[in-house]
């Protein structure tokens, strides 16, 4: 099954098409990683411009910067994405890249009811797969399976909080689910994300995940969301079942945050409120026949995007250079993919396809962490890079 097909790159775009101001990152062989303007005659390099997408993102108006920058011409979209995929790539050709560079990068869980609910099955499975059934019904039984509508650290939330106790069916879940404090933790490090039609990895020692789609807003170090685009927060529900201290090596492994196709910077065309109401579809093909269809609305989430922002960054944690945050998915596959009550977790090959009408679509193939590219390419050789090619100056340095 070939993820980097001519159906899939004609996705890559959100459904106005060039109508908003897409940045992207693509690597120019000779000369590295470069910010690129997606615009509807090619990928324009405005490195000049801004050396890198965190600069960009600092700036007073990102969109405004992205439309009038001028810049070399590098490539079509079509064959720059087409040439991504690393056991297809031509190596003397441009490549796509990740859309974020040295943001952190932030995820925010448990932001929706049904992957809350999910979560807490999770823990009391301790990892196996086959228990999660009886145990998800014994759940719902107890909570109920809307608590769209109660919200986090409220007296009604303290409320069912101090019943669920009673019963013993409070979790750690539950607590970041409907208590004040959300649950944001850092999924990978920077530079570390993988970007559209490469190779997304799963820990090879897993035998129970599944994809998180997500929609990923980008913040300034002042706390402003700028932008967003999408991601997928690649899960191991059997390392964090066993042990909510195994949540670095559930989510953090090489390979396993992508991010893409390109960031989409707040202009009139794409704001906050449009973040707000973006559904998200997911879709999963593997290379057996299987077929899983999800959507995921941030009409559901029990935090809103600048909550989870401001309990990120303030005086109490800065980013100087930004950071990316994935707001959470409401959507954790439950449908089985062998036998009876296993549910579902992914087969070497599956093609995961996160999709939004303004963001595009972010396409990878699912791959042992082991197996996928290596990780090289890190913030000394990024500085290293830009220096180099004299894209570093005293204002930027400062």
């Known amino acids: 099954m070939d993820h980097a097909s001519s159906t899939n790159i004609a996705r890559i775009l959100p459904e106005d098409g060039f ?10 062989p000779g000369q590295g990683p470069s910010v690129v303007a997606v615009r509807d005659d090619g990928l324009f390099d405005i490195s000049s411009t801004c050396a890198t997408v965190s600069e960009l993102a600092a700036m007073a108006d990102p969109a405004g910067v992205v439309k009038a920058a001028q810049g070399e011409r590098i490539g079509s979209l079509e064959d720059i994405a087409g040439n991504a995929a690393p056991d297809r790539r031509d190596a003397s050709k441009p490549w796509l890249l990740a859309p974020i560079d040295l943001q952190v990068v932030k995820a925010a869980g448990v932001t929706f009811a049904v992957s809350m609910l999910e979560r807490v099955i999770e823990e009391r499975a301790r990892g196996d797969a086959s228990a999660a059934a009886a145990i998800r019904a014994e759940v719902l039984r107890l909570v109920g399976d809307d608590l769209s509508r109660l919200k986090p650290g409220s007296a009604e939330a303290m409320a069912l909080k101090e019943v669920l106790m009673a019963q013993g069916a409070w979790s750690q879940y539950l607590e970041v689910g409907i208590g004040p404090d959300a649950e944001v933790f850092t999924k990978a490090p920077t530079l570390s994300s993988v970007g559209a039609f490469m190779d997304a990895g799963l820990h090879p020692k897993s035998t129970w995940n599944n994809p998180e789609p997500e929609v990923v807003v980008i913040v300034t170090a002042e706390g402003k969301i700028v932008g967003a685009t999408l991601g997928n927060d690649v899960n191991l529900r059997d390392f964090e ?3 909510a201290l195994l949540l670095s090596k559930a989510k953090d492994n090489n390979a396993s945050c992508s991010v893409g196709p390109f960031i989409r910077f707040f202009d009139e065309t794409f704001s906050l409120d449009d973040v707000r109401q973006t559904n998200v579809t997911l879709t999963v093909e593997g290379e057996d026949g299987f077929r899983l269809e999800g959507s995921s609305s941030i009409t559901k989430i029990s935090r809103d995007p600048e909550d989870l922002v401001a309990q990120t960054v303030g005086p109490h944690h800065q980013y100087p250079d930004g950071f990316a945050l994935f707001l959470g998915t409401m959507f954790a596959p439950t449908q089985d993919r062998g036998e009876p009550g296993m549910g579902f977790t992914h087969k070497r090959g599956d093609i995961v396809t996160i ?44």
């Open 19 to 28: 109508q908003g101001a897409l940045v992207g990152r693509v690597w120019r």
């Open 355 to 398: 999709a939004a009408p303004k963001l595009g679509a972010l396409v990878n193939r699912m791959k042992p962490s082991s197996e996928c590219e290596p990780w090289t390419f890190g913030i000394r050789a990024l500085m290293s890079n830009l220096a180099q090619r004299g894209l570093i100056n005293t204002r930027q340095a400062g």
């Open 241 to 243: 079942g066993r042990s």
